[in-house]
């Protein structure tokens, strides 16, 4: 009988260490991730890889730089407009598919990170030609960028329109 019980204490040990050393592995895992922070450099990536995307019609890479929450608010001439994430996809395809030779710049400026967020000053020039006319779109907007999986996505705008 003692030995049995021996035996039911030792399983019951493991088990606790197994149980133990699971909590102290998930603990370092959470304890790493929230240790993740915005860096400049992130920001600075975002705006590269959005500049190959759009200047490429890239729908799908564009969508992976905006957060699915993600509210986008353009004025112009005094009217506001604001947009979710699937709503400025649509927008954004709906131009490419009326136009050509679609052009995208970006800069990014005044950037300030605190913890998985940067909020920064972006000017994006859009020019293209409709209707056999060129046009161009300068939207300056105040940004405010979050980390997710390592890179920075869009999640808020707040963007003046001027069309040249």
């Given amino acids: 009988m003692k030995r049995l019980w021996d035996k039911s204490l030792l399983a019951l040990l493991i088990k606790s260490s197994s149980v133990a050393a699971a909590a102290v592995l998930a603990s370092t895992v959470s304890i790493s991730a929230q240790a993740a922070t915005m860096t400049e450099a992130l920001v600075q990536n975002y705006a590269s890889s959005m500049k190959a995307s759009a200047n490429n019609k890239n729908i799908s890479q564009v969508s992976r730089l905006v957060a699915d929450d993600a509210l986008i608010s353009l004025s112009r001439k005094g009217k506001t407009t604001s947009l979710d994430k699937d709503a400025y996809l649509k927008l ?9 030779n679609y052009r995208y710049d970006i800069t990014i ?14 000017t994006t020039t859009e020019s293209w030609v409709k209707d056999g006319k060129d046009v161009s779109f300068v939207t300056n907007s105040r940004v405010t960028l979050t980390l997710s999986t390592g890179n920075a996505l869009l999640l808020r705008a707040v963007s003046q329109v001027t069309i040249n």
Wanted: cysteine-free.
């Fill in 109 to 122: 400026d005044n950037i300030v990170t605190t913890g998985e967020q940067a909020r920064a000053n972006v």
């Fill in 92 to 100: 954004l395809q709906n131009s490419w598919n009326q136009t050509s």
